[in-house]
Every structure is written in structure tokens, then in C-alpha cells.
């Protein structure tokens, strides 16, 4: 199939169940949370494990979204191989996840302390901070995450796109694919499947 400008070889189970849940199910409830019909959900399976077709003649418009989502599911959780091999992990926490968490915890940090000070504060002058000044310091610390967020994501992308340019070309273009379609659930709050929700279903 084609993707961002290229052609790329996608299973295709996986093109099917996202495809079909792209087209009305990105606001259903407890969308990859929700408990498939058993029975459903294996017969499914085994179509899309058939050969010689392996599931490419399967209409998924009028099946339940979470057998199609159990399905696709199903399908990540039981590759042969991950996605992400070991000698990757350890470079990409190291070098790209590593930083944003200590940045995270730094902020928190910070604005434990501040509100401490501010506490002690009003029991010393029983007196609340101005609004004012409260509106004051709470642009200075967004502007100031901005401008971490942007030096951050100037050294670590290129760093992402370095490591990723190692993966064998199917492994990447799976990882393109499903991560663009994860964004695109995420987007919508209703379903209640976020990205950190799909990290812990699917992560190492």
C-alpha cells in the first residue's frame, strides 16, 4: 500500500482493521478496552492466518470495534519478532525518552517546591499570593517549557531518525503505520485509549 508518498508492505490484517476502524469507530467507548465476543474474535483470527488470501477478501464494515480491535491486537502482541529490537532499546531510552522524563520530573519538582514556598508563605503572612502575580509566574513556566520542549525535540528527533534508519525497511514502515494510526486515536477522548495506553499494551 502507499503511505506518506511511498509504498510500503503492510500486513494485511493490519491494513484492514485499520481501515476499518478509521472509518467509524474512532469514537467508540473503551475502543481496544472493550471485550470481544470470543467466538468472533478467533473466527477472525483464523481467517486473516489463511492462506493463500490471508484474510484480503474480509468485509470488517459491519463488525463489532472491539473484534476489530482485539484482532489487530491480537496480531501485534503475537509478532514472530518486536518491532524494536534489544540493541535499539537501550540507545533510544538513553538518548531520546531518557532526557523527557527527567525533564518531567524536574518540572514536577519545581512546582512542588513552588507551591510549598507558597504555602509557607501564607502561614508566615496569612496572606495569598496575588492573582496577578500568580498569572505572571504561571506564563513564565509555560513559556519557559516551550522553550524546553523545542530544544529538546531539535536534538532528539534527529537522533530518533538516525536509530530508526537502522530497522530493517518492513520493521519501519509497520512502526510508521501503526504509530500514525495510534495518533489518530488518541485524538479523540471519548474513545479513552490514549498513548500511553497503547505504550503498556504493546511496549516491551
Known sequence: MRFHGA?????????????????????????????????????????FDAPPRFGAHIDLTAVPPAAVSAVLATFLRNLLRPLLGDPLIEPLWNWCVKPIVQREEARQRAADSAEEDARDEFHRTKKRPRR???????????????????????????VVQCLLRLLP??????????????????????????????AKMFGP
Open 169 to 198: 525497511t518492513h520493521c519501519l514502515s509497520m512502526l510508521s503505520y501503526t504509530f500514525t494510526f495510534f495518533a489518530e486515536v488518541a485524538r479523540f477522548p471519548e474513545n479513552g485509549t490514549t498513548l500511553s495506553g497503547f
Open 7 to 47: 509504498r510500503h508492505d503492510i500486513p494485511i490484517v493490519v491494513v484492514a482493521c485499520t481501515e476499518a476502524l478509521r472509518q467509524n469507530s474512532l469514537h467508540a467507548p473503551d475502543l481496544f478496552r472493550a471485550v470481544p465476543h470470543r467466538t468472533q474474535h478467533m473466527a477472525l483470527v483464523c481467517e
Open 132 to 158: 496577578r502575580r500568580r498569572r505572571a509566574r504561571a506564563r513564565r513556566e509555560e513559556q519557559t517549557a516551550r522553550e524546553e520542549e523545542a530544544a529538546l525535540s531539535a536534538t532528539q528527533v534527529p
